[in-house]
């Protein structure tokens, strides 16, 4: 038992297509904003991993006292 009441579904509207598509490509601009987005930050992750492998490449490790060298950057925070 349907009953008609008269109401068109979303489809039959002649302005649909252009929301649709000006939906769909929005979404497709943000998609790649954040693509472009995410390689960056990527990208620059990836060059501070290698300045570290570097610095550590570099230093002597195994006469490089690491504790002294946190505390030095950080503070010393297990004062008692």
């Not at 252009?18 to 790649?32: E, N, Q, R, S």
């Amino acid at each position: 038992m349907h009953k008609t009441t008269g109401k068109r579904s979303l489809e039959k509207y002649k302005v649909f297509p252009i929301i649709a598509w000006g939906l769909t490509l929005l979404f497709a601009f943000f998609v790649y904003n954040i693509t472009t987005e995410l390689q960056g930050v990527t990208s620059q992750l990836q060059t501070q991993a290698d300045q570290l492998q570097v610095q550590i490449d570099n230093s002597d490790a195994h006469s490089a006292d690491f504790d002294a060298l946190q505390d030095s950057r950080y503070g010393s925070q297990n004062q008692e």
